[in-house]
């Protein structure tokens, strides 16, 4: 029988259901903790220390200050469930306000509220939030989550109370953290909100809404980043478009886009008489740049890093609205997509907009995505650049775009690395490789690599073309000259490839391409030898969404692969290959993650003696079932593997911390290997074992022993010893 939803969306009982609050101290989550609790939900609030509590005690109308923390406090007891004040100054110094005061004196608007959302109560918070074996985590935001009917996914939609909605602070939000967050006040006004908390007996049920943000007192932005950067205060010129000096300034911390008052000219005019405007800071020659109220219209603007809350994208644009800041209404325009950034016509153009703040696109009520001021960080994760400044012209050019100059310093384009390992089935493994990260001056990637081990000796090279056609799109080419000695046979063989592979989305990949590979292939069960010219064009469609790759704590990965044989030679029939594999990973708290994958795979179109051993299903070793040899899961002729047209596998692993650096895992590993063209469910070669963990800064490093639990007569040891970095998978 199916669990009905809860009020919640979720499928459990209210009562088995655990929802961390995140407590202001305000009318409005204090609403969202006490009718979650009166609903009979497992309600724990968990308020957040943001600075200096003595400086915060006499402090109101701010979010968070200290009158709010004991507030929160006192909501709580009277109503009876846990609450938590976590000390978090640490983080908000780091994450908001050192990032405010960096973003004015560069000259930019920054909107300190979105950057706390954004990291300390939607990263951190959430963080906690899944320590405490949270189901979710509910806010009283007004803006409302709705679930699509067609993709079943969440959305982000514009508050049904316009004067209340909160999108534009919440623009940040990915579709992780949404999943996971509720917003039960969306769907109300600030009125019925207070009409609930006096039904609810709540003290603070007439309290004012907080207005400023919590650590500029008054709205007084300069004064804080003097305070926290008294150098900020260095005095300059007020220059207007043609250069000319109209007189001096205490500081550009004390301008912002679109002022006209207070900026000390003495109410100096343009040449037709109109006032002036700050049409820009520049912060490298330390001017504020005037001019009139035209300067500052725009009616294109670009904007980059986008989150971006919508898989579909016109390629002939899309019509929205869009709201530019916090207090103004939303504005019709078109939006087109390019990439990773976005370019907006505004159908009307809008004057004062600014760097660092916030454009964020509705499709009739539902958030479509946002723009921050940094480029940078994008720029730096290709790998080619070791430094970004990103720069934006004291005028803006007839047609009102915004232009931005990036000054690059390019990294070191050349790298070489080197790995070891050690199974006990397989012996010490040597891994060296070089790479050139921007071969050709497009970022094109070089590599060679070279593979030593008991069974293996390979060398690869690869070149790869990324922004192949198009911005989404990579050209890959591969070639090696590889030897191989098992026990189920000997191979030499020199290979090639060519592949294209597209990103469709965040998480979803695919690949389609056409490799050639010459072999001479020793069967060791028959011991014939063989020669083979296989054509085969493999395929491949990759969903994944783990949080990361080397050491993930939830998520899934789920590949699927098809590629058809022939063989050139004529000594092999075609065959057609496929594979299956799934991964996914639940993370209980920070500490504690369960993973498990699964897999199958079949070969079809000719008997198993007739495809080339090099290309059968085989199993057991260190990346698939442990405590077995390599190849020791599955059919065997004469006490020497001979591997199968099907396979499946299937994996759990528990992993838990037990300090920063050392970690430990459980696991349990079964497969079975079949020479049917269908997967066998029985029959299973079953290995468990234990293992340790060491974290490092590029990712675990993993050490396990693992010993047959059944089909013990298949395998020449009672354990196997594995050393590699990164998880098992």
């Known amino acids: 029988m199916t669990q009905k939803l809860n009020s919640l969306g979720i499928a459990k009982d209210p009562k088995d259901t655990r929802v961390v609050v995140a407590m202001s101290g305000g009318v409005d989550s204090s609403v969202t903790a006490a009718l979650l609790h009166e609903e009979g939900y497992d309600v724990v609030g968990v308020t957040l220390q943001l600075y200096d509590y003595g400086k915060a005690v006499d402090r109101k109308g701010a979010c968070c200050a200290g009158q709010d923390i004991y507030d929160a406090k006192r909501v709580a007891e009277e109503k009876g469930f846990p609450h938590y004040v976590l000390n978090y100054e640490d983080n908000f110094r780091e994450s908001v306000m050192d990032d405010f005061v960096e973003s004015y004196m560069n000259g930019q608007t920054p909107i300190p509220c979105v950057r706390c959302n954004q990291t300390v109560k939607f990263r951190d918070l959430l963080k906690v939030a899944h320590d405490l074996s949270a189901d979710c985590m509910?806010?009283?935001?007004?803006?409302?989550?709705?679930?699509?009917n067609k993709t079943d996914k969440a959305e982000l939609h514009r508050a049904v109370d316009n004067g209340k909605d909160q999108s534009y602070f919440l623009f940040a939000t990915t579709q992780e953290q949404l999943d996971f967050l509720r917003f039960p006040l969306g769907a109300w006004t600030k009125d019925k909100t207070r009409e609930q908390a006096e039904r609810l007996g709540l003290l603070v049920c007439n309290k004012p809404d907080s207005q400023d943000i919590c650590f500029v007192p008054n709205g007084d932005y300069a004064s804080v980043v003097k305070k926290m950067k008294p150098e900020a205060e260095k005095h300059g010129n007020i220059v207007d478009l043609n250069g000319?000096?109209?007189?001096?300034?205490d500081g550009i911390i004390h301008y912002t886009i679109g002022q006209r008052k207070g900026l000390g000219i003495g109410g100096g005019q343009n040449d037709d008489n109109s006032p002036f405007y700050v049409v820009r800071v520049d912060p490298k020659l330390n001017e504020v740049i005037v001019g009139p109220k035209?300067?500052?219209?725009?009616?294109?603007?670009h904007i980059t890093d986008c989150n971006w809350l919508d898989d579909n994208m016109p390629a002939d644009g899309l019509n929205i609205t869009i709201k530019l800041r916090s207090v103004s209404p939303v504005s019709p325009a078109k939006l087109y997509m390019k990439g990773d950034t976005a370019e907006i016509h505004l159908n009307t153009p809008q004057y004062g907009i600014a760097a660092g703040q916030a454009a964020v696109c509705y499709d009739e009520g539902r958030v479509l995505g946002e723009k921050i001021n940094s480029l940078r960080a994008k720029l730096l994760a290709t790998g080619l650049f070791s430094r970004a400044d990103i720069n934006i012209p004291d005028t803006a050019p007839a047609d009102n775009s915004i232009p931005v100059t990036v000054n690059l310093k390019e990294r070191a384009n050349r790298t070489i690395r080197a790995?070891?390992?050690?199974?006990?089935?397989e012996g010490i493994g040597l891994i060296v490789g070089w790479a050139h990260r921007n071969f050709l001056g497009a970022a094109e990637k070089l590599e060679a690599q070279l593979k030593l081990s008991q069974l293996q000796q390979k060398l690869s090279a690869s070149l790869t073309k990324p922004f192949f056609i198009r911005k989404d799109q990579t050209l890959s080419f591969d070639a090696s000259l590889e030897r191989q000695d098992t026990d189920a046979f000997e191979d030499i063989n020199i290979g090639s490839s060519a592949s294209i592979s597209r990103s469709f989305n965040k998480r979803?990949?695919?690949?389609?391409?056409?490799?050639?590979?010459?072999?001479?292939?020793?069967?060791?069960?028959?011991n014939l030898t063989d020669n083979f010219g296989l054509i085969s064009f493999p395929n491949a469609l990759t969903f994944d969404n783990r949080d990361d790759k080397l050491d993930p704590h939830k998520g899934w990965k789920i590949k699927g692969t098809m590629e058809p044989f022939i063989d050139a030679f004529g000594t092999s029939d075609p065959f057609f290959k496929t594979r299956l594999s799934a991964s996914t990973y639940y993370g209980f708290t920070s500490d504690v993650v369960l993973a498990m994958r699964g897999s199958v795979g079949s070969i079809m179109?000719?008997?198993?003696?007739?495809?080339?051993?090099?290309?059968?299903?085989?199993?057991?070793?260190?990346g698939s079932v442990r405590g077995f040899g390599y190849q020791e899961v599955g059919p065997t002729t004469n006490g020497d593997p001979s591997g199968g047209a099907s396979l499946v596998e299937g994996s759990t692993e528990l992993r838990f911390k037990l300090t920063d650096k050392i970690g430990a895992v459980t696991f349990v590993d079964a497969g079975n290997v079949s020479e049917e063209i269908a997967p066998q469910f029985s029959n299973f070669s079953v290995g468990a074992g234990i293992g340790l963990r060491y974290y490092t800064s590029f990712?675990?490093?993993?050490?396990?022993?693992?010993?047959?639990?059944?089909?013990?007569?298949?395998?020449?040891?009672?354990?196997?010893?594995?050393?590699?970095?990164g998880q098992a998978f």
């Open 138 to 148: 509910a806010t009283g935001h007004y803006i409302k989550r709705v679930i699509n």
């Open 244 to 249: 000319r000096i109209m007189g001096k300034h």
């Open 294 to 301: 035209e300067a500052l219209a725009r009616d294109i603007i």
């Open 419 to 425: 790995g070891l390992s050690y199974y006990t089935d």
């Open 508 to 526: 979803l990949t695919g690949s389609t391409g056409i490799a050639m590979k010459i072999s001479h292939i020793t069967d060791k069960n028959t």
């Open 605 to 622: 179109g000719a008997d198993i003696e007739n495809i080339p051993a090099t290309e059968r299903f085989y199993s057991g070793g260190g």
């Open 699 to 725: 990712g675990p490093l993993r050490f396990d022993v693992g010993t047959p639990l059944t089909n013990k007569e298949d395998t020449d040891q009672n354990y196997q010893i594995y050393i590699s970095i």
